[in-house]
């Protein structure tokens, strides 16, 4: 899969690159959400510039919201069949987005 990443603050358009990355697999009630539509608001470009409220430990991924659809469900995950829409948001404090998403967390 392909990541936006950062291993620096700075200029956007200077810092971030496209990266592949291994396609992470659910775990245990937890689903994988095919992004769709990533935005990048101007918090999240404050935050690549080093001049947000908080700095991200690097490399860290770009972007704290997203749209997708259900591809894979881990062991148990009943909530969100494949095929459902999602609308994850990222939970870390580094700013990293998580890899996969527990309905109703």
Known sequence: MRAIVQDEFGDPA??????ERPLPEPGAGQVRVRT???????????????TYGFKPTLPAGAGTEAVGVVD??????????PG?????????AS???PSSHRPGR
Request: avoid cysteine; charged fraction near 30%; aromatic fraction near 2%.
């Open 84 to 92: 459902s829409a999602s609308s994850p948001e990222a939970r870390s």
């Open 36 to 50: 769709v539509l990533s935005p990048i608001h101007n918090h999240d470009l404050w935050t690549i510039r080093g």
């Open 14 to 19: 200077r810092v971030l690159k496209v990266e």
């Open 95 to 97: 700013g990293r987005r």
């Open 72 to 81: 894979a469900v881990g062991e148990g995950s009943r909530r969100s069949p």
